[in-house]
């Protein structure tokens, strides 16, 4: 069985990087004279100074997550086991290892993807990641509400977790209302360059993101990145308690 050292120094590396990667974007994208607000992750991608940190940090926090989804699954599945429990927690086990896994591909592949030289490949990208995280983010909370019935320490996990979860749902729902705001409801369905065009303009000149519905929508953009690291987060303790019983056994 893998050691909860081992996975508390994964997640924790993982949430160094990714805080790090967003600091060192937003910082270069401010020194380098661009309107500190707000610009939305991605954007940071489009400009000289913070595209480097853009794209190594995201391919390590796509790495990261990987290996996050992997050991996790490793761990729940033995603690599963040993526990009996039946069919449900065996496939939000399986499920969640798998969008996790998804998620961290899609990171890597879309640091590689500035919008501006390929906008649908990136929206694309875009939705497959908060998509496939926020279903993540979910079923880890369902299953740590199943974890819980069995053992009360997981309720330790469930409830923060829980919270987190619903305050990611939240950003990642104003966020989207945000980008309606701008482009309209009627072509919202199908996002494309021509809808965005002052926009570009605005970005490729960076001193003044002057459009308000997406100023809001990069700010609940990054609240929704952070509430999703502090799901992860969650996963140290999980870890510790599921080795803790391992340990009692």
């Known amino acids: 069985m893998l050691s909860n050292q081992s996975i508390r120094i994964t997640i924790k590396a993982s949430i160094i990087i990714q805080l790090a990667t967003l600091a060192a974007c937003y910082a270069t994208w401010v020194l380098d ?4 607000y707000m610009p939305f992750i991605s954007d940071t991608d489009t400009n000289p100074a ?6 190594l940090g995201f391919t390590l926090t796509g790495l990261s997550l990987c290996i996050i989804a992997w050991q996790m699954y490793k761990v729940r599945s033995e603690w599963i086991e040993s526990n009996s429990l039946g069919t449900k927690p065996r496939m939000l086990n399986t499920f969640s290892a798998n969008l ?3 998620s961290g591909l899609f990171i890597i592949w879309i640091a590689y993807t500035p919008w501006d030289e390929n906008l649908s490949l990136h929206l694309l990208q875009a939705r497959v990641i908060f998509a496939s995280s926020i279903a993540w ?4 909370t369902m299953l740590a509400s199943v974890m819980q019935v069995n053992d009360i320490r997981f309720e330790q996990v469930f409830k923060p977790r829980r919270d987190r979860t619903v305050f990611t749902v939240v950003c990642c729902t104003l966020m989207a209302l945000n980008v309606v705001r701008y482009v309209g409801l009627g072509d919202s369905a199908s996002l494309e360059l021509s809808h965005f065009v002052s926009y570009v303009d605005t970005v490729e000149i960076c001193t003044d993101l002057s459009i308000s519905e997406m100023s809001l929508a990069a700010l609940f953009e990054w609240g929704m990145v952070l509430g999703l690291i502090s ?5 140290i303790l999980e870890a510790d308690l599921i080795s803790s019983d391992e340990s009692e056994e």
Do not use: Q
């Open 33 to 36: 004279g661009c309107d500190p």
């Open 50 to 55: 913070s595209s480097p940190f853009f794209t």
């Open 100 to 102: 996790g896994t998804i």
């Open 137 to 140: 983010a979910i079923l880890s």
């Open 231 to 235: 799901v992860v987060h969650t996963g």
